[in-house]
């Protein structure tokens, strides 16, 4: 066949036809060399609970990311990852945020051109490493950057950052950031979002479609509890976001009813103040504290605007409902009152008098709640949910990517859709993955073997 002299390219097959679709998408005929890339390691949080399940998919993976400067580094089977110049650059291991403004040349510096496919777990700039036009750049997104965009307004609150010569400068680095996002949006091949609300974040700052895998929550350690007693429950990072205060407050003007809090941080000052009599702020607790409370308690009650929210799943595995902000990601993670087996109840304003309604409405209809419907739903976001529909996302992505050195069970291979062999191969991984937000991210509220830092349960160490 005669080849086009500048492209080198079959010159017959047409860009828009079949043929030349099935020839980019045909097996490579040698194991794929994989990188997976994350933002910063410098906590065990929701992202990284993402990158220990793409490296168990991928166990042999080199990682990269901005900066490494996690302890335990179980959920990363030991391995180190590949880091930019912010890792050397002073004070980075408790100011590595403050370096934002390098952070987009930071990451273009990670040198990924030996690699066929490349992973990227983001909510920063981890989406925007280089590639070129024979890899394959997959990137999970857990959200386009919260501080650039929709939030950019309360992140400029929050910071203090409103007037004067710092919030100008502030204002021009997030303009900067927003166009370097936009721009390289284009260098990625195939999206996902942990969530229809995000997959909508995607549409709206990206122009792209973005396929929804739900991320991994460890159902599997939490236990149902068949018995509630008379209180409910909230558990978070004490940060504003959270909306702590706000749920405190709206207990205390409810005198009959008790509220359990857990978790602890800047905020917790404050509210304290606002607590009555009738809120026991435990601050922080072990994991197996919290997961008694989570086993017991009436309802969980949860305020935040979140991406996805692992809490109010978690609190679901055991068998409690949820009385929640009825925004983000908690509208694909709890069935309302009107849907099949409902699991919880939705306040649609961050306003006192709001929770309280919801509250009253929980207790008109507690009956209708079951614990054992409340657990089902949980189990739709399990480790194995979210191995299986991932590695089929690879394999369809680019075929004979997810061969290994065992065969894949059927049902976690799309082999046998896309007529590949399933021969097994090893293959070579890098994961590459960011933490989401400025702020303290959001973290796990259990697991095996982890404990409730700040209110919420981190991996300490864990597991298999």
Not at 111 to 133: E, F, M, R, W
Not at 180 to 199: K, M, P, Y
Not at 396 to 402: D, L
């Amino acid at each position: 066949m005669s080849h086009n002299s500048f492209t080198d390219e079959p010159a017959m097959l047409d860009r828009g036809s079949d043929a030349y679709r099935a020839l980019q998408r045909a097996p490579v005929a040698r194991a794929p060399r994989v990188a997976i890339v994350h933002d910063w390691l410098v906590t065990y949080a929701g992202a990284e609970r993402v990158l220990e399940q793409m490296i168990a998919c991928f166990p042999q993976a080199d990682i990269f990311s901005l900066v490494d400067f996690i302890e335990d580094r179980t959920f990363l089977q030991g391995k180190h990852a590949t880091t930019s110049f912010i890792q050397r650059l002073p004070l980075a291991k408790k100011k590595y945020r403050a370096y934002l403004p390098l952070m987009p040349l930071a990451i273009e510096q990670l040198d990924l051109s030996a690699y066929d496919l490349v992973i990227s777990s983001s909510h920063a700039v981890a989406k925007g490493v280089l590639t070129g036009p024979d890899q394959v750049h997959i990137s999970y997104v857990h959200s386009p950057i919260r501080y650039a965009w929709d939030l950019q307004h309360q992140y400029l609150e929050q910071s203090n950052l409103t007037r004067g010569l710092r919030s100008i400068l502030a204002r021009v680095v997030l303009h900067y950031i927003r166009n370097w996002d936009t721009r390289t949006s284009n260098s990625v091949d195939h999206f996902v979002a942990n969530s229809q609300f995000i997959a909508r974040r995607i549409k709206k700052v990206y122009q792209r479609n973005a396929t929804v895998i739900f991320p991994p929550v460890d159902v599997q350690s939490f236990v149902v509890g068949e018995q509630k007693e008379a209180f409910y429950l909230t558990a978070s990072r004490m940060v504003p976001y959270k909306k702590i205060d706000l749920i405190v407050e709206a207990f205390s003007k409810m005198p009959d009813k008790r509220l359990v809090v857990i978790g602890d941080g800047p905020e917790m000052k404050t509210i304290r103040a606002k607590a009555g009599p009738n809120v026991e702020i435990l601050g922080y607790q072990p994991f197996a504290v919290l997961h008694d409370h989570l086993r017991r308690a009436k309802a969980f009650v949860f305020a935040a605007e979140e991406d996805f929210g692992i809490a109010p799943v978690e609190a679901q595995a055991c068998g409690t409902p949820v009385i929640a902000y009825g925004k983000g990601g908690v509208l694909e993670t709890v069935r309302e009152l009107g849907q099949p087996k409902p699991t919880g109840i939705f306040f649609r304003e961050q306003t006192v008098p709001s929770v309280m309604a919801a509250v009253s409405e929980f207790e008109q209809h507690a009956q209708r709640f079951s614990s054992h419907d409340c657990r089902m739903n949980a189990e739709r976001f399990s480790i194995a949910t979210f191995r299986e529909r991932f590695m089929a996302f690879v394999e369809q992505a680019m075929p004979g990517a997810t061969a290994r050195g065992e065969r894949l069970p059927r049902s976690a291979s799309a082999n046998d859709e896309q007529g590949v062999s399933a021969t097994p191969l090893p293959v070579r991984v890098v994961a590459l993955d960011r933490e989401g937000g400025f702020e303290t991210p959001e973290v796990s509220l259990g697991g095996q073997g982890r404990t409730a830092a700040g209110g919420m349960a981190l991996a300490s160490k864990r597991r298999s």
